[in-house]
T-cell receptor, first 114, second 111 residues
Framework: NAGVTQTPKFRVLKTGQSMTLLCAQD?????MYWYRQDPGMGLRLIHY???????AKGEVPDGYNVSRLKKQNFLLGLESAAPSQTSVYFC?????????????FGNGTRLTVT | DAKTTQPTSMDCAEGRAANLPCNHS???????VYWYRQIHSQGPQYIIH???NNETNEMASLIITEDRKSSTLILPHATLRDTAVYYC????????????FGRGTQLTVWP
């Protein structure tokens, strides 16, 4: 049981390049989320998904796109990377059901845009 | 969502109790108090949550004041591995992951 796995762990991009971050969870969770974390800013929600085939915007969605084609995977895309997108990206998941469901986080992807 | 106020940093001797305070004076009746922590270079980890009663689990205890305007997370016997940033979050239920993490408290446990 790996929990939430993010790939890659590190990436350096040049301005204007594109890339996709992959998040995979093996807990059969319905909800998945992408956050970014910048120094002194805490975590900010980029996009989230409440189920396969559905996505929604969070607090800071501009410059990012997401897809949830399979329940276990949630992809975050940067079509044209900008230096302002240099950050640590975290994926999380949670289940739907009775009672409280804590967020389970991956260990992050460190992205640098030069 | 109600905002929270936490000290920027605290320290604690190993083996002693670590008491981390959080103020949430604008909390409403249906908002829960959650605590997460983030050890350096890792993703945040859920610790505990509560509505109005005190709660305890294998990791920590959560004490919520009667007026619910503040709470304290207690790590009863802190270890070096408890060194982390601790986030106090107030939110209605557990919907949709829209948790405002803020800046948290950097807890340093000293040997």
């Amino acid at each position: 049981n790996a929990g939430v796995t993010q790939t890659p762990k590190f990436r350096v991009l040049k301005t204007g390049q594109s890339m996709t971050l992959l998040c995979a969870q093996d807990m059969n969770h319905e909800y998945m989320y992408w956050y970014r974390q910048d120094p002194g800013m805490g975590l900010r929600l980029i996009h989230y998904s409440v189920g396969e085939g559905t996505t929604a915007k969070g607090e800071v969605p501009d410059g990012y796109n997401v897809s949830r084609l399979k329940k276990q995977n949630f992809l975050l895309g940067l079509e044209s990377a900008a230096p302002s997108q240099t950050s640590v990206y975290f994926c999380a998941s949670s289940y739907v059901g009775r009672g409280f469901s804590p967020l389970h986080f991956g260990n992050g992807t460190r992205l640098t845009v030069t | 969502d109600a905002k929270t106020t936490q000290p920027t940093s605290m320290d604690c001797a190993e083996g002693r109790a670590a008491n981390l305070p959080c103020n949430h004076s604008t909390i409403s009746g249906n908002e829960y108090v959650y605590w997460y922590r983030q050890i350096h270079s890792q993703g945040p980890q859920y610790i505990i949550h509560g509505l109005k009663n005190n709660e305890t689990n294998e990791m920590a205890s959560l004490i919520i004041t009667e007026d619910r305007k503040s709470s304290t997370l207690i790590l009863p016997h802190a270890t070096l591995r408890d060194t982390a940033v601790y986030y106090c979050i107030v939110r209605v239920g557990s919907t949709l992951g829209r948790l405002y993490f803020g800046r948290g408290t950097q807890l340093t446990v000293w040997p």
